[in-house]
């Protein structure tokens, strides 16, 4: 009995010590959160996230619901409140990052992983999160009327997804290593992680499915974590201080990750042209704007239906593990019209978020196999170690006698249900992701109209043309749609002033 307390006090600090989404996973924790925006309550959404986040302060999962809080005040447009999420959001993931170039080292940290479960390290923020978080921190300052702090923020972009991709290659780097001494423990862990064979069983058949979905989507990202929408704010800081070598380079970039893009070709072209460099072959055919950029215009980026998110499902090898999946979710509000002066603008789409987040899912999916198949495994391992212990035990103290038979079954019996029961609670998916993000960014752009008002048709208006005024202090205006579901719909004029 005293080695099943010892377990099961164990069992205890390790749920301690890992956090909640140890055993409720990460997308079960936000469904409520979830219906509530989709039912339009944008403040009582905030309200739970808000209070997931206070109770899991200086904890793990803090990041995750942080996040949210920081995307939903900037949609009710509470930009002061917004800004202060983000740079909390930058710290957290600075001192994660600190931490994590020393526990990836750590073997008591990679064994606490594999005795819980991935839940059990800090969230970290995808790639695509940190990128958006800094996108999104820019327009907060603009919402906030801050221009200066705009555009020094845009300036970091440059430099920070730099850093972003350096880090992460890093942290894999050091992963691996880390990795492979889980491997050369466990063989079968590393057969099992690198065969498709599981694949072919019936059980999994909703999940293969769901890799070749995912597989198809993550084609549709950028490589090295890329978001062109932050390309894009960075060269609409260029262009509007008329600096348009610089504007060049960036909008090359924007080029490349986009080359059938007819928006990204003509804004290369456009920079091209005014900075008097060469136009290649190409572009030969793509006219400039034929309206200034850098003054008295109009920039809408359209953000539109929720971004992919993470689902728990069992897959087994055939040992079941809990494994999170890629959900993507419809498109239901897919286009946007502009319309000004009687002239109608099409918004054309700048980051495909869903193919973003899909490529980096599916470059981490070997590691998170392996790290999860052998927490899986030493959890086995653990059980039938312990049921053997008693057995064995008991054939050294004695006896055939009936009462030492009962009670050493008994025994085995509690035991089997302690360590099952354990398997059951840690048996757990990281699920941990940036919900509330868009599927998609599009944009349009247009002069600014004599009227100063801009009139918005498709499907989020729900038929009837939705009016903006633009306020006679913005020389400019970047105008951000949010329409995350056909319930939540905000015009927010971002003045460029």
Partial sequence: MRMLRTNFLFGLMVLWVAGCSTVVNSARQKQPMVECLVAGNAPGTLAIARKKHQSTANQGDELVWLLECGSLNFQLGNYAEALDDFRRCEELIEEYDERALVSVRDTGSEFLTLLANQNALPYRGWCRDRVALGFYKALAYLGNGDEAAFRAQVKRLRGEHQKIQEDYHKFFEEEEKQLESVRSDNAEVLEKASSTEYLEDERNAAYAANLQEVAAVAHRGYGNFLNPASLFLSGLALLRDETWDNACIEFEHLYQALPTSQTARQYYATALQKSGRTVPPELADVPAFPFPLGRDCVFVLYAHDLTASFEQVNVYFPLMIAWPICVFHPALLPNLSVVAEGKEYTAQTLSDMDGILAQEFSMRMPG???????????????????????????????????????????????????????????????????????????????????DRLVTFCGELTGGSPQEVNIPEGCGSALIYVNALTPANVSYQVLPLK
């Fill in 368 to 450: 998170r196999l392996t790290r999860t198949l052998a927490g899986a495994l030493l959890k086995e391992t653990g059980y039938l170690a312990t049921v053997g212990a008693v057995r064995h035990n008991d054939k050294r103290k004695t006896s055939t006698s009936r009462r030492r038979t009962s009670a050493t079954s008994a025994l085995t019996g509690s035991a089997t249900l302690a360590w099952k029961m354990y398997q059951l609670i840690f048996n757990t998916a990281d699920t941990r992701c940036w919900n509330f993000l868009p599927k998609e960014i599009k944009l349009t752009q247009l002069p600014m109209p004599s």
